[in-house]
C-alpha cells in the first residue's frame, strides 16, 4: 500500500466486497495500533492472520512503488515463519517459480461455486446474469437497488444456463488474470452478442468484450491501480474520477469508430459475427489507455474501471443506468429466440 | 475546450494586510493567479494595499495599484483600466465582500466587467448562512439545527427553543471573527451584540452544538464543463470547537473508512454545483458524530481559502494556479499536472505521506486576552510539516513553531505522577495553545488513551500516535547506548537529536555526531501528487528515515536560502518577500536556489519558486541535514541566513562551526551587531552615539544601570526580533519584576536597559553594502515618536519633516556603521533624532520588515540586489545591469517624488479578555501588529489617508470626535483641534480637555467619563456614547499608569466599534492631514508602474522599461 497508515478504522463485515481477502500477501509502511471507527468489528491484522494472508510491515513503501514503476509489474515473495530463514537465493528461487501473471487463467479460481440470487429492491424490473469472475459485492448491489433481480453465475456457467434465466440483460465482473485465456467465457459472450442481449462488462468483462469483438489485449507496462485515475467520458465530454485496478488493457484504435474486427474473420466454426460498429467510449487520460467500449449496433458496452466504487469515487455509478436504459430499448431477451441485431446506440 | 478570447484583461482584487485568518497565504494564491494569467497573455490589473506582498512587485501585473481595497477606489481603476473581467475569489473574504460591494452598486455592471470564478449569486448562496442551510438540505446533507436572529430578542427565542450551548455565528465575517460558544444568557446577549454589530448583514446564526465531533475539510475544485475533482481530504485533530485555523490538522484523512469518505465527497460535489462556484476552488468543511457517523455540514468558501494553501502545499496540486486558469476557459483535463508533466490536473492527489499543520499562536503579546481556543480564530501563523507516518510528521511540525515548550518533552526526573497527569489532562479539557504537549504529558505520567479521549475528543487513533511516542521515548531513555536500531527507530519517529539528547542525557551534538558516524542519517523524498506512480519533475522533498533518497545530482553552484518559519508577531510576510527575491535572483544569475522553510502559507514555498525546495523545520539539526543532502548533490556556494529574519540568523554560528559557508555578512559581523559590548565598540570606533545603556544579568544590576542613566528607560532580552519583552520602565519596582519575567524568556542572554529618549523621532534606514559601496534603499521617518515599536508605527518615505542636513548625517551613519560592522548585503539601522542630536538606536545587518515597502515606495528591487551583493556582485556592477538605479538612491528622493505612507495594521479586535472585553489597543515598544498597509499619493495628507483606508474603515469625513488627552499634550493637541473643528466636525470632550479648548475659543461638549457613570438623568458617559454608534473617531493619549482605567475602557469600546483611534499627538498631526486631503480631493489612483515612471530613477526610456 502506498498510503502510509493502513489498518486504522479496522475490518467490519458490512463492507466487505468478497468472501474472502484474495490478495496473496499485504505490504505495508504503518499498520495502526488498534483501529478507531464506530463500525470497526476487529483489527485488520487480526482479520488478516484469520484468512491466512501474508503481512510485511515497515518498508519503504514508496521505495517498492518506484522499482516497480521502473521495472514494470513483477512476482514478489513474502515470507514469513521458517521460510524467512532460507538464503536469498532459494527464497528468489521460489519468486521465480511462481507463475506468472500474463497467461494465467485465474476467473475459476475466484468464482462462485454455485448460483445465487441477489434479489431486486423494491418493484422488479428486469432479471440479469452476472458472471462472476472476481465480482464484488458492491455490483449486485448496485443493480438490485435499480430493480434488477441479479443472478451471480459461476464462470463455468453456459449460455444455456443463461437463458434458462431469462435474462434480460447479461453482466461480466472484474477479476485477475490474462484475458487472453478466457476462452470459455470469451464463447460465452459471443453468443449473448449474437443473440443481442443487453450486454454490461467492468474491468475483465470490458477486456472480454474486447476479444470478443476481435480486438487484442495486452499486459500494461505500469498497470492502473488506484482511487484517483482520470477518465474521459467520450459520450458527455466529461471527466470522472475512476477507481482502477487492471494491469492488462484492449488494444483498440480511439481515433474513430471502427467496425468490430471479429466481423471480418469467420471462427473455428465458419461463423461469420455481425457486431458492427464499435466506439472507444472512454479513455484514460494519464497514458490514453482504452477505458471502455461501446457498440454502436448491438446493446452492448463495457469499461475498463470500476463505478461500483468500493473503494473509490462514486463519479460513474450512472453506468448502471445506462444498462438499465440498454434493457428498457431492448426487445430481446434471452427468453425471445435470437434474431438480428438492432441498432440501439 | 481553450481559455476565453472574450477576456483580454482582469482586474485581480488582493487580500489586503496580513490579519488574524487571512494572511499570506493570499499573497500564494494571487500572485499564482497573477503569473498564470500573464502568461496567457492578459493584462493583469492588480489591487492590493499590502506592500509585503510579492504580488504586488511590479513585474507580476501591468497595473499594480497599491491602493486601499474600498468599493470607491476599485472603482476608480475600473474606471481608468476598463478589465473585460474581475478575478475575486483569490484574494479571501477582503476580495469577496469588494466584489458583493461593487456588484451591489452597479458597478461591474456599468463598467460590463463581470466576475469570473464565482458569480455574486454563488458567493451568496455559499456564505449566507441561511441559504446555504437550504443548499445542503438540496443536497440531501443535513446542517447543524440552527435560526438566523437579527435582533438580540430574536436570538434570546432561539436559545429558549435550541437549548445551551448555542454557537454564535455573525454572517459575512472573515476567520470566524465574532464567533463562539454562549453557555448561558449572559454571553448569548455580549456575543450576539457584537455579532450583531460586525456582520454586514446585521445578522447571526445561531446554531445546535456540536462540539466534540470529528471535524473534516474537503478542498474542490470545478471547471466550467462540470468536471469536480477533491484535491485533499484534510482532518482535524482537535474536534469541533476550535476553529480550524487554530487547531492541529492532518492530511489525509486518516480516520474515516471508504465509505464515510465517499459520502463526504458525494456531498461536497453535491454542493459546489448546488452552489453554483463555476469555476475554481472551493472548501467545505464536515462535522463527524464520532459514536455514530452524523454528518453535518458545518461551512464553504465559494472561493481559495486559507486550507486551499495548506491543501496545495500539502499536495503539489497547486489550487490558486490551476483556479486562475479554470477562469479563463480552461477544463481540469486540459490544464497540464506541473509535476508529472504528463497527466492531466483532472485527477485527485493521491498521498504516501502523512502532513501535520500546527497554529503558532501570540498570545505572549496580549496578555490580558482570554488564550481559550474557540470558533473564532486566534493563531498568527501556522507550520506544516511533512513525514513518511504521522509520528514523524506530528514532530517534525512541532520543532518547526520554534517555540520553547512547543515539542514533546521527557526532561528526566519531570514525569509527571499520577496526580499530575490528572491535573494536566484537566487543563487539556480546555483546548490552548500548547494542548498538545499536556495531553502527551498526561499519557507520560500513566494515564490511559480512554482517559485522554474522554476528556479531550481527540480521536483515539491519534492519542493511540502520541502514545507510542512516549514508548519509543521510553525505549530510548532505556537503551545503554545509541545503537543504530536505537536512533532508527526514534528518528521514524520523528525525534530530534535535541529530544534524544533529553532522553540519552548525551549533549545533542555528540547525538548528532554518533548518529552521523553510525550512518543513521534522513533520506529526501518526493511530493509528486501521485505516490511515485508518475516520475516527479518537480524537487519537492521532504526529509524522512526511510531507504531510498531521491535528491538528484546537480551541476550548477547551490545556494540554500533559509526561510523564517511560522509566520508571528514581527517576523512575517515581509521576510519570505525578501528570500523569494533571493531566489529569483540567484536563480536567474547561474545559481540553483535552495529554498528550506516549513510555512505553507509563503510563496517561497511553492514548489516554483526556488530550483529545490524542502519543506523542513529550520532548526539547526534540519539545516545541517539538508546542507549534506545537497553537498552531495553538487556544489554548495553558501547559505543565505540574512533574509528569513532572526530564525535563519540565529543559526548563522553554529552553522559555520559545522563547517557550513554562511553568504553576506558573516556570523561574526552578525554578532558585532548583536552583542552589545561589541556593537559600542563599533559606534565608538565610528564616532557615533548611543542612548545611554547597560546590561545586567538580574534585577539588582538593571536598577543600578537604571539610576545611572536615569528614567525612563527601555528594557528589553539581548537577540530579539518584534520587540517580544520590551517595556518602557519608569520605575525601581517594575524594573525588577521586568527582570524576573524577561530573564525567564531568554536564559542565556542578559537583559539590555537604555535610556529612552522622550520626543524623538525615530529614523528607519535600509541600505545595502558590498564592502566598498553603499545603496542607500530609502530613509523612512517613523509618525509615532520614538517608544512605538518601529513595526507599529507608521512611517512616511520619503521623510516629509527632516532637512537635508539631517539626511546628510542618517546617510553618513548609516554607511559608518556599514563599514564597521562589516555588512556585505542588506542592513536596516534604527535612529533617533532629539534635540539635535542623532543617536543610533539599533543596526541589523539582516533584511528588515521595511524591505518590501521601500521597494515599492522608490520602485527598486532592493531584495534582489542584496542577494547578488551578498553572492559578490557590486553596487556598481549592479547599478550597470540596470538592477539598481545608474545613479542616486533611495536617500536622495527627488522633490517630486511621489510620498509613501506605511501603516501598521493591528489585531486588537480578534482578542478578548476572559470577560470577553477586547484587549487594549495601546500602542508601546512591543511589537503587537500582524500587517501593513501602504498608502502612495503626491503628498503626505492624501498618502496617510490611503493609509488609513487600507484596512478598517478610514478617516471620517464629517460627524462627531471625541478627543481626551494627557496633559503634556494639551498644547500640542489645540492647532489640530481647531483644524478638526473648522472642518465642520462636532467635538466632544472631556471635562479637563474640553476646559483647555474653550480657552482656547473651540468648542467642545463635555461628555461623562466611563468612572463617573451616567449622569442623574441618564447622560451616557462617553464608553456608552462610542458604542452606540455615535463618535467617527476618538482621540486618546495615555496619561500616567494610574488614570488608565477609563483610556482603557476608551480605547476598548473604540476598537469593538471600528472606529479609527489616535493615540499619539503625531498620530493627530497626521490624521487632520489626512482628514484634510480626503475632503478636498476625490478619488485619485496610480499604479505602480506609472509613478516608477514619473519618478523615472532608472532614467529609461518608455520602451525599455
Known amino acids: ?345 | 475546450m481553450p481559455r476565453r478570447t472574450d477576456i483580454t484583461s482582469v482586474l485581480v482584487i488582493g487580500s489586503g494586510p496580513i490579519v488574524i485568518g487571512q494572511a499570506c497565504e493570499f499573497d500564494y494564491s494571487g500572485t499564482q493567479a497573477c503569473r498564470v494569467l500573464r502568461e496567457e497573455g492578459i493584462r493583469v490589473i492588480l489591487v492590493n494595499s499590502n506592500p509585503a506582498t510579492i504580488m504586488t512587485d511590479p513585474e507580476f501585473a501591468d497595473a499594480t495599484y497599491v491602493e486601499p481595497i474600498t468599493p470607491e477606489v476599485i472603482e476608480a481603476i475600473i474606471a481608468k483600466e476598463r478589465p473585460d473581467a474581475v478575478l475575486a475569489t483569490l484574494g479571501g473574504q477582503t476580495a469577496l465582500n469588494a466584489a458583493v460591494a461593487l456588484h451591489e452598486r452597479g458597478i461591474l455592471e456599468k463598467y460590463g466587467c463581470p466576475l469570473i470564478g464565482a458569480s455574486v449569486e454563488a458567493i451568496q448562496l455559499g456564505e449566507d448562512r441561511q441559504l446555504f442551510k437550504g443548499v445542503v438540505q438540496r443536497c440531501g446533507g443535513e446542517t447543524a439545527r440552527s435560526y438566523v436572529a437579527h435582533t438580540i430578542d430574536e436570538c434570546l427565542a432561539v436559545a429558549t427553543e435550541l437549548g445551551y450551548p448555542l454557537v454564535v455565528r455573525p454572517s459575512f465575517t472573515m476567520g470566524g471573527l465574532g464567533s463562539g460558544f454562549a453557555d448561558d444568557e449572559v454571553d448569548l446577549r455580549r456575543m450576539a451584540g457584537s455579532g450583531l454589530h460586525d456582520s454586514p448583514t446585521t445578522e447571526v446564526l445561531l446554531e445546535e452544538s456540536i462540539t466534540g465531533w470529528k471535524e473534516y475539510e474537503l478542498e474542490v475544485m470545478r471547471d466550467h464543463a462540470d468536471n469536480v475533482v477533491v484535491v485533499c481530504s484534510i482532518e482535524n485533530l482537535d474536534p469541533m470547537g476550535v476553529h480550524t485555523g487554530d487547531s492541529v490538522t492532518v492530511a489525509p484523512a486518516l480516520t474515516l473508512t471508504d465509505r464515510e469518505y465517499q459520502g463526504l465527497r458525494d456531498l461536497a460535489i453535491a454542493i459546489i454545483r448546488e452552489v453554483g462556484v463555476d469555476t475554481g476552488g472551493c472548501n467545505i468543511q464536515f462535522a463527524v458524530n464520532p459514536s455514530d457517523g452524523r454528518v453535518i455540514v458545518i461551512e464553504m468558501n465559494p472561493r481559495v481559502s486559507r486550507s486551499s494553501a495548506l491543501a496545495s502545499k500539502a499536495t503539489g496540486f497547486p489550487i490558486a494556479k490551476i483556479a486562475a486558469k479554470l477562469a479563463i476557459g480552461y477544463t481540469l483535463d486540459e490544464v497540464r499536472n506541473d509535476i508529472t508533466q504528463v497527466t492531466p490536473a483532472s485527477f485527485e492527489p493521491t498521498l504516501d505521506y502523512i502532513v501535520v499543520k500546527v497554529p503558532r499562536f501570540a498570545f505572549e503579546k496580549f496578555p490580558a486576552a482570554d488564550p481559550t481556543l474557540t470558533t473564532t480564530m486566534k493563531s498568527v501563523g501556522e507550520a506544516m510539516a511533512i513525514g513518511r507516518n504521522f509520528t514523524e510528521a506530528l514532530q517534525k511540525a512541532l520543532r518547526s513553531l520554534e517555540r520553547q515548550g512547543s515539542s514533546f518533552h521527557w526532561h528526566r526526573g519531570e514525569a509527571p505522577s499520577k496526580e499530575q497527569a490528572r491535573a494536566l489532562l484537566n487543563q487539556a479539557r480546555t483546548p490552548t495553545d500548547g494542548r498538545i504537549v499536556l495531553v502527551q504529558q498526561a499519557l507520560r505520567g500513566g494515564l490511559s488513551v480512554e482517559e485522554a479521549h474522554e476528556a479531550t475528543g481527540i480521536d483515539p487513533w491519534f492519542l493511540d500516535q502520541m502514545q507510542l511516542i512516549n514508548q519509543v521515548a521510553a525505549h530510548v531513555a532505556s537503551s545503554p547506548q545509541l545503537t543504530p536500531e536505537v536512533l532508527l527507530l526514534a528518528k521514524r519517529h520523528g525525534f530530534s537529536d535535541a529530544q534524544i539528547s533529553q532522553l540519552s542525557g548525551m549533549p545533542e551534538e555528540v547525538v548528532r555526531g554518533v548518529r552521523h558516524a553510525l550512518g543513521v542519517r534522513p533520506v529526501y523524498k518526493t511530493v509528486d501528487t501521485c505516490a511515485a506512480e508518475f516520475a516527479a519533475k518537480t524537487p519537492y522533498h521532504y526529509s524522512t528515515y526511510d531507504e531510498e533518497t531521491e535528491v538528484e545530482p546537480r551541476e550548477r553552484p547551490a545556494v540554500i536560502i533559509l526561510g523564517s518559519g511560522p509566520n508571528r508577531i514581527g517576523q512575517g510576510i515581509e521576510f519570505d518577500y525578501s528570500c523569494v527575491h533571493a531566489s529569483f535572483a540567484l536563480r536567474d544569475h547561474g545559481f540553483d536556489t535552495v529554498m528550506v522553510n516549513c510555512n505553507p502559507e509563503t510563496v517561497s514555498t511553492d514548489y516554483d519558486t526556488s530550483s529545490r525546495l524542502y519543506f523542513e523545520p529550520l532548526t539547526l539539526e534540519d539545516v545541517l541535514e539538508v546542507v549534506h543532502a545537497e553537498r552531495q548533490a553538487g556544489p554548495v556556494a553558501g547559505v543565505i541566513v540574512q533574509l528569513g529574519g532572526q530564525t535563519p540568523l540565529g543559526l548563522a554560528q553554529a552553522l559555520k562551526a559545522e563547517g557550513v559557508p554562511i553568504v553576506g555578512t558573516s556570523p561574526e559581523s552578525i554578532h558585532l551587531a548583536e552583542d552589545r559590548g561589541a556593537f559600542s565598540r563599533v559606534l565608538a570606533e565610528a564616532g557615533l552615539t548611543a542612548p545611554r545603556h547597560g546590561t545586567a544579568y538580574s534585577g539588582e544590576e538593571a536598577v543600578e544601570v537604571a539610576r545611572e542613566i536615569g528614567y525612563p528607560v527601555l528594557v528589553r532580552p539581548s537577540y530579539v526580533l518584534g520587540g517580544r519583552g520590551m517595556e518602557i520602565v519608569y520605575d525601581d519596582e517594575t524594573l525588577i519584576g521586568y527582570v524576573t519575567r524577561a530573564t525567564e524568556a531568554a536564559p542565556q542572554h542578559p537583559v539590555l536597559v537604555d535610556r529612552f529618549l522622550d520626543e524623538a523621532i525615530e529614523i528607519d534606514v535600509d541600505a545595502i553594502y558590498d564592502g566598498h559601496e553603499m545603496y542607500l534603499g530609502g530613509i523612512m521617518e517613523h509618525i509615532e515618536e520614538a517608544g512605538i515599536h518601529s513595526g507599529d508605527s507608521a512611517c512616511v518615505l520619503p521623510p516629509v519633516t527632516l532637512g537635508q542636513e539631517e539626511l546628510e548625517r542618517v546617510r553618513e551613519s548609516t554607511l559608518k556603521l556599514a563599514k564597521g560592522i562589516g555588512v556585505r548585503g542588506l542592513m536596516n539601522v534604527q535612529f533617533a533624532l532629539a534635540q539635535g542630536v542623532l543617536y543610533v538606536l539599533e543596526a541589523n545587518p539582516r533584511a528588515s520588515r521595511t524591505i518590501p515597502f521601500v521597494a515599492k515606495a522608490t520602485g527598486v528591487p532592493l531584495a534582489k540586489a542584496a542577494a547578488r551583493v551578498m553572492l559578490g556582485a557590486t553596487i556598481a556592477e549592479l547599478r550597470t545591469e540596470g538592477i539598481l538605479p545608474p545613479a542616486g538612491d533611495g536617500g536622495a528622493m527627488p522633490a517630486h517624488a511621489h510620498v509613501s505612507v506605511k501603516e501598521a495594521v493591528l489585531p486588537f479586535k480578534r482578542f478578548r479578555t476572559r470577560e470577553g472585553e477586547v484587549v487594549d489597543s495601546l500602542l508601546g515598544p512591543e511589537m503587537r501588529s500582524t500587517g501593513e498597509v501602504m498608502g502612495i499619493d503626491s503628498d503626505f495628507g492624501a498618502a496617510f489617508a490611503k493609509s488609513q483606508l487600507g484596512f478598517g474603515p478610514g478617516l471620517p469625513r464629517k460627524g462627531t470626535i471625541f478627543v481626551s488627552v494627557a496633559n503634556r499634550d494639551k498644547r500640542a493637541m489645540i492647532f489640530p483641534m481647531k483644524r478638526l473643528a473648522d472642518l465642520g466636525f462636532d467635538l466632544i470632550a472631556t471635562k479637563g480637555t474640553a476646559d483647555v479648548l474653550r480657552r482656547n475659543g473651540i468648542h467642545a461638549s463635555v461628555v461623562r467619563k466611563y468612572s463617573e457613570g451616567p449622569g442623574p438623568k441618564g447622560e451616557p458617559t462617553i464608553v456608552e456614547r462610542i458604542v452606540a454608534g455615535e463618535v467617527g473617531m476618538v482621540i486618546n493619549t495615555p496619561s500616567g499608569s494610574h488614570a488608565r482605567a477609563d483610556g482603557y475602557e476608551i480605547r476598548a469600546a473604540t476598537t469593538s466599534m471600528d472606529r479609527p483611534i489616535i493615540t499619539t499627538v503625531q498620530q493627530l498631526g497626521a490624521a487632520v492631514q489626512g482628514i484634510e486631503s480626503q475632503l478636498a480631493e476625490t478619488v485619485r489612483v496610480k499604479s505602480l508602474q506609472d509613478h516608477a515612471r514619473e519618478l523615472n530613477f532608472y532614467a529609461r526610456t518608455e520602451d525599455q522599461a
Not at chain 1, 463485515?13 to 500477501?25: H, K, Q, T, Y
Not at chain 1, 505495508?28 to 510491515?57: K, Y
Not at chain 1, 484517483?228 to 481515433?255: C, I, S
Not at chain 1, 470500476?306 to 448502471?320: I, M, Q, R, T, V
Open chain 1, 1 to 345: 500500500m502506498t498510503a502510509p497508515h493502513i489498518g486504522n478504522t479496522g475490518f467490519n463485515e458490512e463492507d466487505n466486497e468478497s468472501r474472502r481477502i484474495w490478495v496473496a500477501g499485504y505490504v505495508v509502511r504503518d499498520p495502526a495500533i488498534r483501529p478507531s471507527s464506530w463500525r470497526s468489528q476487529r483489527s485488520l491484522e487480526d482479520e488478516l492472520i484469520e484468512q491466512g494472508v501474508v503481512g510485511i510491515s515497515g518498508l519503504d513503501t514508496r521505495a517498492l512503488t518506484r522499482h516497480l514503476r521502473e521495472r514494470g509489474a513483477m512476482r514478489v515473495g513474502v515470507f514469513s515463519g521458517p521460510l524467512a530463514t532460507m538464503s536469498q537465493e532459494a527464497l528468489l528461487e521460489r519468486v521465480l517459480s511462481a507463475p506468472r501473471m500474463s497467461g494465467a487463467a485465474l476467473a475459476g479460481e475466484v468464482t462462485t461455486a454455485r448460483t445465487y440470487v441477489v434479489p431486486a429492491v423494491g418493484q422488479k424490473r428486469f432479471t440479469v446474469a452476472a458472471l462472476d469472475l472476481g465480482i464484488k459485492a458492491r455490483t449486485p448491489e448496485h443493480l438490485a437497488t435499480r430493480g434488477i433481480e441479479v443472478h451471480v453465475l459461476p464462470a463455468t456457467s453456459t449460455f444455456a444456463d443463461i437463458q434458462a434465466l431469462g435474462a434480460d440483460g447479461v453482466f461480466f465482473s472484474n477479476g485477475p488474470g490474462d484475458p487472453a485465456t478466457a476462452e470459455h467465457e470469451i464463447a460465452l459472450l459471443r453468443e449473448v452478442l449474437a443473440a443481442g442481449v443487453p450486454f454490461f462488462g467492468i474491468c475483465f468483462g470490458n477486456q472480454l468484450l474486447g476479444r470478443a469483438l476481435g480486438f487484442g489485449t495486452y499486459k500494461l507496462k505500469y498497470g492502473h491501480r488506484g482511487l484517483n485515475q482520470p477518465v474521459l467520458d467520450r459520450r458527455t465530454g466529461k471527466v470522472e474520477v475512476t477507481a482502477q485496478n487492471h494491469g492488462f488493457a484492449v488494444d483498440a484504435p480511439m481515433e474513430s469508430d471502427v467496425s468490430a474486427p471479429a466481423d471480418a474473420v469467420a471462427d473455428s466454426s465458419g461463423i461469420h459475427t455481425a457486431y458492427g460498429r464499435v466506439r472507444v467510449s472512454h479513455i484514460g487520460l494519464n497514458d490514453n489507455v482504452v477505458e471502455g467500449l461501446e457498440c454502436l449496433d448491438i446493446p452492448a458496452f463495457s469499461v475498463q474501471y470500476h463505478p461500483e466504487a468500493a473503494a473509490g469515487p462514486h463519479d460513474s455509478e450512472h453506468l448502471f443506468d445506462r444498462f438499465i436504459e440498454l434493457m428498457s430499448v431492448s426487445t430481446h431477451s434471452t427468453a425471445s429466440t435470437p434474431s438480428t441485431a438492432k441498432d440501439s446506440a
